[in-house]
């Protein structure tokens, strides 16, 4: 009995820092509806500079002291980060604040390396609480009782600050309306500025609080930002309580699934993030989403199909792609390769977010399902590479059927949360089932047939299958049912009034995107001549989620311009420096600010003013009619 | 169609929220062709009301009848394919796409083209969708964002969408809030030539009542749930009732306020 | 290429190292790839080892008289961007031979590039007996002690203790799966009589440590064997410590005496776990004290394994393209089979069999001296006593 209380603290223990660090993400999603993805990434600062100043401080003072400084000190960062990059990108497209927060991240884990040294720090235990208290027989940490003791005591700090001043009731306000606020004339600038600092003030001090217990590197964002976002969402996004039920759940589940299911706790807590989302879909203390006011994308330009001028253009590029090979060598090839299959990536899930709305996070799935697919048919069967990359495919098709099934039940984050859900389990299930999938060690000698050997050849065939695959999805855009896609993305009530099954809409738009992404990964698998459980990990789903957000997510090319921006530059930094992830993180934060549309986006808003500022008269109303045919 | 089945046949519908019965035992119908509004102060259960007949409200009793077939349970599509066109209080829209493209959705979803992933939908039914942008004067918008729009041309926009499945009934909630004098005028008057010309049924709720007693034929009156009225222009205004309720929010017919307007 | 080059250094001056090459056609130049970005704790001291070992060999009149240059690529822990690098430094820098990583899925990611393209590989760090044996392939030679070794130099203590109730941690995925199989089938063949009481299989880089500890405890083993490594151990090692997991218990513990591991655990350091490391300080042969010096001389830092482990490697490669006589890949792999040289550690051979190097490990305890993690009772373990009999590594490798 005694070990079953003990356990039960422990996980008390673990909840209370994961507490501290998702009160802080729901805060600023609820007030701002940034996705902040660089919440891990202040979380990690706070630990280094916590280090640093208890490691130089000496005694209680020293430590606690340079505790809390440490988490001040990460506010004062979040402010300036708030107010330089963030508050000129809040009126961008939805989802857009990721790309930057991203971008961030980026920089932050090659900068801590810069700064601090490789070397994984460990720091001091906390003056006052080193031993352990004898509990019948068990030892717990004291430093777990006091941090059992603290994450009531912040939520309940958390919870006067939000009941009983000013500040807290406009947060409040802002979090169920945020349009009412800015009715109301407050000063919403101050207030966003704020609740961010607030945010990340938290996310410090949680990371700063981990000194006792665990080292201290530049892997820690990674570790802890999927699993607040999991405790967020579980509790409800923007409630604090619920953030507090969600970390206790969720450390608990850890505490005692290792007990029961030693192999999957890893699993298990997105096992229990689908089951609430699909029960609850809004998280087990959050209110449904209140429908914005604002229509996103007021400005957009209509999106026509290409006109016969830009047809000719696209075949053109078209065909000097094809001729790479006369004059670039093999590895030229193979990035040519690589790239093109990165645009299939791309396209798909542009599909799914630009059309469809629906912003997947978990969309590498699809892609490594693929893969995956093309290896159990190369390897076990013994197929063909033909018929390999024909069926391969349809794992991911299969996979997007059954997730995306429950997926286009829930809209916004939370659909966006559910999908990375599924793609953990997938992943995990890739990741720890060594037996069939070979675990990260993968399935290796998938090569390519002997016509396809080549480096040419398989240039010709990936780039042959993408046109395919980009022109199949682009008709589909200016199809029927690319038209009643849209049309579920900008009103679901209008929809459904005009005798739209939206959801079923949505579900073939997330089948189509899922088996396009498969067919990117049976090419890739191709192309690398195996499989890892790499191919349908976060990085590769944030990876497709940064090109389509930095093509533009309001136009209908982004998604190819964006993956081969994105792609080329990637493999040109990771070849040239060490600092890849500094300078790719510089670069999204700079395209970001100067392009807060996307590279086509801004290219397309060119245009038009070009446009509207020759022929004066001509402008609104005589539109060039539509080429369609 | 028969006389004896009218086109909405409404008989005892009750909705009630934890205790408080939004709707109590309202019964009433509509033939086709007829201007039929439903008024009443705020909180009277008009949008409960008007909820359940669309679908997106189920009836804690009581029937809703669209040309003889029961509709209760029934989701806003599936009443829709029943010949219901609708438009909202506040305009519901597809924002990005155009004017054309909009009454193009529901000309698809109206010919089952949905799932179809080949043909080209800007040139889908093109020039039926430019008849009913011209049929509610939004010909010359027809490539514009919807986005850009103006409240009232949104409004007719709504109008034009709703005919695209060739309705027999339309049910309108508040169809000139939020518009200019004029424009209410304007888009009233239009709503009841197409209803008479194609013999559609309207329903709509209306707080302004210069629009109601000008071109409905026959008003309901709900208040607190209970229908307390019904009839003519003529008898619902003479109806104490009525008088009584309104009188309350201060917001009698003025009938000299009316002659004003339609000249 | 030079204005290219120019470009980068003008752009990127901040970011100064590892671009930049400039290298002439008649240079021998070697691939190099590892996760730089990922696990620099590792890497960066690799870096330094290979740094040295390439100015070393400069110094004394190159391979054959040609300067030897290493071009190194970041593979930022993925294996596809391995395979892209490995891509690029065959196809557009034109090396001679491959060498690197340390992540087994990678080291596997690129031996499998090599046995399609026909290129010389010599996997430095990766673990996994894959490496050698299930996929094994002939291109692909590796220099250090694999999993299955460092589980027999491991099991050779292990078997002697008294304890007969066994628990494992070890993180969940290939490596702590397949080193906790190894070292339960070398152990059971050895102790028959020994029972494992209890299995935890934390998530890799994610282990909650005090349940994990809690889970042990509660099992009451008299040993447990740890296969966690990086910040995973220091967590299990602190909760250990509070909670009282270790007092009165053997521990066993895979690579926890290399400094990368034990350096970070300073005065938490648990005493007397039975570990397999390289304590650079306490090892007096003069080919290491050599080593000791120059390391220390041109970097004014102390040698990791990965040091070690990178200065090494680049040797192998000079001596197998020094005795083949060219840089034809047949050639080298007739050269490295069987090609016994030097190193810090001794006398190494590259077997024929399975092209598994000889390096071996050391094996101690740990202490804590002066609030820091040493180890102690150190011995040298020969990498050549610790592999399975010829005729069974026949049956683990498959046929060229």
């Given at each position: 009995m005694a070990f079953y209380v003990v356990q039960f603290l422990t996980g008390l223990a673990s909840a209370a820092s994961l507490f501290l660090v998702a009160s802080g993400l729901s805060i600023i999603f609820g007030v701002?509806?940034?996705?902040?993805?660089a919440h891990g990434a202040f979380y990690m600062i706070g630990a280094y500079i916590a280090f640093t100043l208890t490691e130089r401080f000496s005694g209680a003072f020293g430590f606690w002291g340079g505790v809390v400084m440490a988490a001040l000190a990460v506010a004062l960062i979040g402010v300036i980060v708030e107010m330089v990059l963030l508050r000129r990108i809040?009126?961008?497209?939805?989802?857009f604040q990721l790309l930057g927060t991203f971008g961030l991240t980026l920089m932050v884990e090659d900068l801590v390396v810069l700064i601090w040294g490789p070397d994984d720090l460990v720091g001091r235990r906390a003056p006052g609480f080193k031993g352990a208290v004898d509990f019948f027989g068990q030892n717990i940490p004291s430093y777990d009782l006091f941090l059992i003791v603290l994450g009531p005591v912040v939520l309940g700090i958390l919870w006067l600050l939000f009941q009983r001043t000013r500040w807290g009731v406009l947060v409040r306000a802002a979090t169920q309306d945020r349009d009412m606020v800015a009715a109301l004339g407050v000063n919403q600038k101050w207030l966003f500025t704020s609740v961010f600092a607030v945010g990340v003030f938290l996310a410090a001090l949680g990371g700063a609080l981990q000194i006792p217990r665990d080292a201290v590197h530049h892997a820690m964002d990674l570790r802890i930002i999927v699993e607040v976002f999991v405790v967020v969402v579980i509790g409800g996004l923007g409630s604090i309580v619920g953030a507090f039920v969600a970390a206790v759940l969720v450390s608990e589940l850890n505490a005692f699934g290792i007990l029961i299911f030693p192999k999957i706790s890893i699993i298990l807590v997105f096992l229990v993030m689908a089951v609430v989302l699909i029960v609850r879909p809004w998280g087990l203390f959050g209110k449904p989403e209140?429908?914005?006011?604002?229509?996103?994308?007021?400005t957009v330009n209509p999106w026509r199909p290409l006109t016969s001028n830009e047809r000719l253009a696209a075949l053109a590029a078209l065909i000097v792609a094809a001729m790479l090979p006369l004059f670039a060598g093999n590895y030229a090839l193979t990035v040519g390769s690589e790239i093109a299959i990165f645009v299939i990536f791309a396209v798909s899930l542009h599909f799914l977010?630009?059309?469809?709305g629906l912003a997947s996070f978990g969309h590498a799935a699809y892609f490594g399902l693929g893969a995956y697919g093309v290896a159990f048919l190369a390897k076990?069967?013994?197929?063909?590479m033909i018929v390999c990359l024909l069926l391969g495919p349809l794992l991911g098709c299969m996979g997007a059927a059954v997730f995306g099934f429950f997926a286009v039940q829930l809209s916004g984050v939370y659909f966006a949360m559910l999908t990375l859900a599924f793609a953990q389990i997938v992943w995990s299930i890739a990741f720890q089932w060594?037996?069939?999938?070979?675990?990260?060690n993968g399935i290796l000698g998938i090569w390519p047939e002997k016509w396809a050997a080549s480096p040419s050849h398989f240039y010709w065939l990936a780039l042959g299958v993408t046109a395919l695959v980009t022109i199949a999805l682009r008709v589909a855009v200016f199809s029927p049912f690319g038209y009643a896609l849209r049309a579920t993305r900008d009103s679901v009530l209008r929809s459904e009034a005009v005798g739209i099954n939206a959801k079923r809409i949505q579900w073939t738009a997330f089948v189509i995107a899922g088996t396009t992404a498969g067919i990117g990964g049976a090419l890739f698998a191709y192309l690398k001549g195996s499989v890892f459980p790499d191919n349908l990990g976060i990085s590769l789903s944030v990876d497709a989620l940064v090109m389509v957000l930095l093509g533009?997510?309001?136009?209908?090319?982004g998604g190819v311009v964006g993956a081969i921006v994105y792609k080329a530059l990637n493999i040109w930094l990771v070849s040239q420096t060490d600092l890849s992830k500094l300078v790719l993180g510089g670069f999204i934060v700079l395209i970001v600010v100067v392009l807060p549309k996307g590279i086509v986006g801004m290219l397309e808003m060119l245009a038009q003013r070009r446009r509207k500022a020759?022929?004066?008269?001509?402008?609104?109303?005589?539109?060039?009619?539509e080429s369609a045919e | 169609m028969s006389v004896a089945t009218p086109l909405l046949a409404v008989e005892g519908l009750t909705k009630s929220y934890g205790g408080i019965?939004?709707?109590?035992?309202v019964s009433f119908s509509l033939r086709a062709g007829e201007i039929l509004a439903l008024i009443g102060p705020n909180g009277a259960g008009k949008s409960t009301c008007f909820d359940m007949l669309n679908g997106q409200n189920r009836p804690d009793s009581g029937h809703v009848r669209l040309l003889g077939e029961a509709t209760t349970g029934k989701k806003p599509r599936e009443i829709w394919r029943l010949g219901v066109g609708r438009t909202f209080q506040i305009t519901a829209t597809f924002?990005?796409?155009?004017v054309r493209e909009n009454v193009q959705v529901a000309l698809i979803s109206h010919e089952k083209q949905?799932?179809?992933?080949?043909?080209s939908a800007p040139n889908f039914d093109r020039g039926e969708a430019g008849r009913l942008l011209e049929l509610v004067g939004m010909g010359g918008y027809a490539?514009?964002?919807?986005?850009?729009?103006a409240y009232g041309d949104l409004k007719r926009l709504e109008l034009a969408v709703a005919l695209a499945n060739e309705p027999k009934l339309l049910l309108m909630d508040?169809?000139?809030?939020?518009?200019a004098p004029r424009e209410r005028v304007d888009l009233m008057r239009l709503t009841a030539r197409i209803a008479r010309e194609k013999s559609i049924g309207v329903l709509f709720t209306e707080h302004d009542m210069d629009v109601v007693f000008e071109h409905a034929d026959r008003i309901i009156v709900l208040n607190r749930g209970t229908l307390i009225a019904e009839g003519s222009p003529a008898e619902v205004r003479g109806n104490p009732q009525v008088q009584a309720v309104y009188l309350g929010e201060g917001l009698v017919y003025d009938a000299r306020h009316r002659e004003g307007a339609s000249s | 290429m030079r204005a290219r080059n120019y470009f980068v250094g003008a752009a990127f001056a901040l970011l100064?190292?590892?671009?930049a090459h400039s290298a002439l056609a008649q240079d021998i130049k070697i691939g190099e790839i590892n996760s730089y970005s990922l696990l620099p704790s590792f890497t960066e001291p690799y870096r330094k080892g290979w740094q040295l070992a390439v100015e070393e060999i400069n110094a004394a009149g190159g391979i054959n008289g040609k300067k030897l240059v290493v071009i190194s690529k970041d593979d930022g822990g993925k294996p596809a961007d391995a395979q892209t690098a490995a891509n690029e430094l065959v196809?557009?820098?034109?090396?001679?031979m491959l060498t690197g990583t340390f992540l087994s899925n990678i080291g596997l990611a690129v031996s499998d590039f090599a046995n399609q393209k026909k290129v010389f590989f010599l996997a430095a760090e990766?673990?996994?007996?894959?490496?050698?044996?299930?996929?094994?392939?002939?291109?692909t030679f590796r220099l250090r002690p694999s999993n299955y070794m460092q589980a027999a130099m491991l099991v050779e203590a292990a078997?002697?203790?008294?304890?007969?109730r066994w628990a494992t941690i070890a993180p969940n995925y290939e490596y702590g799966q397949s080193a906790v199989a190894v070292f339960k089938k070398l152990m059971s063949e050895k102790?028959?009589?020994?029972?494992?009481v209890d299995e935890q299989w934390p998530p890799q880089g994610k282990i909650d440590a005090g349940p994990v500890v809690q889970a042990v405890a509660a099992a009451n083993p008299e040993a447990i064997l740890n296969v966690t490594f990086g910040p995973d151990l220091v967590k299990l090692v602190r909760e250990g410590n509070t909670r009282g997991l270790f007092k009165g218990r053997e521990v066993v513990s895979f690579l926890t005496g290399e400094p990368e591991y034990l350096?970070?655990?300073?005065?938490?350091t648990p005493e007397g776990w039975i570990v397999t490391g390289y304590p650079w300080y306490s090892i007096k042969t003069p080919e290491h004290e050599a080593f000791l010096k120059a390391y220390q001389a041109k970097y004014n830092d102390y040698p990791r394994l990965g040091s070690i482990v990178g200065y090494q490697t680049i040797k192998a490669a000079a001596a197998i393209i020094a005795k083949a006589g060219s840089t034809d890949t047949d050639k080298m792999i007739a050269a490295a089979e069987g090609l016994s040289m030097p190193s810090p550690f001794g006398e190494i051979t590259f077997r024929?069999?399975?092209?598994?190097?000889?390096l071996g490990a050391y094996l101690g305890k740990t202490a804590q001296k002066d609030g820091k993690g040493v180890m102690v009772d150190s011995t040298y373990k020969k990498g050549s006593d610790y592999l399975p009999s010829d005729a069974e590594v026949e049956k683990l490798r498959p046929r060229d």
């Open positions: 701002t509806r940034i996705v902040n993805f809040y009126h961008a497209p939805e989802l209140a429908a914005a006011r604002k229509t996103p994308g007021l977010m630009s059309v469809g076990m069967a013994g197929l063909p060594v037996s069939v999938t070979g675990g990260d533009g997510v309001e136009t209908v090319s020759s022929p004066p008269g001509s402008s609104l109303l005589a539109k060039p009619i | 019965h939004a709707v109590r035992g924002a990005t796409m155009t949905l799932f179809s992933l080949w043909g490539d514009r964002p919807c986005g850009e729009l508040e169809p000139t809030a939020g518009m | 100064a190292g590892g671009m196809s557009s820098e034109g090396v001679a990766p673990l996994t007996d894959a490496v050698t044996w299930s996929k094994g392939n002939k291109y078997a002697k203790l008294p304890a007969k102790r028959p009589d020994i029972q494992w350096d970070p655990l300073k005065d938490e024929k069999i399975d092209h598994q190097s000889t």
